[in-house]
């Protein structure tokens, strides 16, 4: 409902599931896909820092989550725990 109340007054929200996740079958979510304009957006989680390939869905009510591929890692993530320990001091 409340996303329904989100994109009624044109504000953004983004919904986030693992890609075998049911979620989309639910009644109330084929009656939000069907009443408002849904962009979704697939990818696997390593592209961006994740140490899984976790296959992750996306759903927003504004087109800009289609740019989230200009986002990801275009080599090995860094190890942000390794980075973050160098800084600390014990």
Known sequence: MLI??????GLLWILEQTLNSWLH???LCQCLV????VYEYN????KFGSRTKKPTRIC???????DLANYGYVR???D???QTCEKCII
Do not use: D, G
């Open 80 to 82: 942000i725990l390794q």
């Open 34 to 37: 069907s009443n408002f304009l």
């Open 76 to 78: 090995n993530p860094p």
């Open 4 to 9: 329904a109340f989100l994109s009624v007054r």
């Open 60 to 66: 927003c009510n504004f087109k800009c989550i289609e």
């Open 25 to 27: 079958l639910h009644p």
């Open 43 to 46: 990818f696997p989680m390593w």
